[in-house]
């Protein structure tokens, strides 16, 4: 659908979109009150709610971030939210439309009643594929600020229970293959968030966690660069770190350049 050009100060739902699921997406921050959240119980990915009567905390959390305010329709709650945020120097837009904007799209919305509990998750230690795919999934769409625990598998279920933590990518946990489908295509169907990219991203990581690399060609590449990030950390943390742009790179793939191909031009080469 084609979107109304934003306002000073705003975004769109198409340039907000493009931002989501990049390093370089802004905070979003949820003012909607009480009663519109009744109305359209949805969050957009990332969002974290606010009340707009305080923002103390917030203020000090987002120095040096840019910032994205959403209210239900993208007016007086928002306009405002955002003009107190630039006053203590955060750079702040408005979602032009606000939520019912944003709803008016297919972009992808959030049930709030299936956001996770807590910012703490839990899984076996040395990953390779849907261990590191999932929390690129958590951080890019539903929690930025959300930590991993690498534990061995037999203790990753008490652990989530002594330090509140969702356990996932193991039987019995929160999260975990169904079936043909891996963690991350349970993920991506528990908290909604079906897009062309997404979708096509799971098929690589369902292919290359599976072993059945003839459903995607690529599933063999990921797999490789998979194992040799597991061979050069030793730290499952620094893994993780070092692994996550390479997921960064798979979606803008997904997203904007799966019709690229490359090949030795003699011509141009000469």
């Known amino acids: 659908?084609?979107?109304?050009?934003?306002?000073?100060?705003?975004?769109?739902?198409?340039?907000?979109?493009?931002?989501?699921?990049?390093?370089?997406?802004?905070?979003?921050?949820?003012?909607?009150?009480?009663?519109?959240?009744?109305?359209?119980?949805?969050?957009?990915?990332?969002?974290?709610?606010?009340?707009?009567?305080?923002?103390?905390?917030?203020?000090?959390?987002?120095?040096?971030?840019?910032?994205?305010?959403?209210c239900q329709r993208g007016r007086k709650l928002s306009h405002g939210t955002a003009a107190a945020f630039r006053t203590a120097g955060i750079a702040a837009e408005v979602l032009s439309g606000g939520m019912l904007g944003w709803l008016e799209t297919d972009y992808p919305r959030i049930p709030i009643d299936r956001l996770p509990t807590g910012s703490r998750w839990v899984t076996r230690h040395r990953p390779k594929i849907d261990r590191i795919a999932c929390p690129w999934l958590i951080r890019r769409?539903?929690?930025?600020?959300?930590a991993f625990l690498y534990v061995p598998p037999?203790?990753?279920?008490?652990?989530?229970?002594?330090?509140?933590a969702i356990p996932f990518d193991i039987p019995d946990g929160a999260f975990t293959h169904h079936g043909q489908h891996c963690t991350f295509d349970h993920m991506l169907a528990h908290f909604a968030l079906k897009t062309p990219a997404l979708t096509k991203m799971a098929d690589v990581i369902r292919a290359a966690d599976t072993?059945?690399?003839q459903d995607a060609p690529q599933a063999g590449g990921l797999l490789a660069l998979s194992v040799g990030l597991s061979r050069m950390y030793k730290d499952d943390q620094a893994q993780l770190q070092a692994?996550?742009?390479?997921?960064?790179?798979l979606y803008r793939w997904a997203r904007d350049g799966q019709d690229e191909t490359h090949a030795w031009d003699t011509e141009v080469a000469r």
């Open 1 to 70: 659908m084609a979107h109304p050009k934003p306002g000073f100060g705003e975004m769109n739902p198409a340039q907000l979109m493009r931002l989501i699921g990049t390093p370089d997406a802004p905070a979003i921050v949820d003012v909607c009150i009480p009663e519109d959240v009744a109305d359209a119980p949805f969050r957009i990915p990332t969002s974290v709610a606010a009340d707009h009567r305080n923002l103390t905390d917030l203020v000090a959390i987002l120095q040096g971030r840019s910032v994205v305010v959403v």
């Open 141 to 146: 769409f539903v929690d930025p600020d959300a």
């Open 154 to 164: 037999n203790e990753v279920l008490a652990v989530a229970e002594k330090f509140d």
């Open 211 to 213: 072993g059945r690399h």
């Open 243 to 249: 692994a996550l742009p390479l997921y960064d790179a």
